[in-house]
């Protein structure tokens, strides 16, 4: 990812030489602001905001959580194969 690309998604905008870059939520990319229009700029503030009457960009689920258990610790997995291989 270039410079301006990674500042501009990071932080929203910058200004260089009085120019100001914005990150375009809809098209995914930087653009000069004086270059686009109100319309352009209100549909990229739908994304940004994921507003749910934008049908073409639904709000993301949370991904469900597979595992609620922690993973065994080297002790246990240890004791579990001892138990294993006795025969008990």
């Known amino acids: 990812m270039s410079g ?7 932080y929203g905008s910058i200004v260089i030489n009085g120019v100001e870059w914005v990150w375009d939520y809809a098209n995914d990319r930087p653009r000069v602001k004086s270059e686009m229009t ?4 209100e549909h ?11 049908a073409s960009h639904p709000p993301t689920a949370k991904p469900r959580q597979l595992f609620r258990c922690r993973p065994a610790t080297h002790r246990q997995e240890t004791e579990r ?5 006795s025969g008990h």
């Open 4 to 10: 301006l690309r990674h500042i501009c998604k990071q």
């Open 38 to 41: 109100k319309e352009e700029i």
């Open 44 to 54: 990229s503030n739908q994304f940004k905001h994921n507003d749910p009457t934008n």
């Open 81 to 85: 194969r001892s138990v294993v291989n």
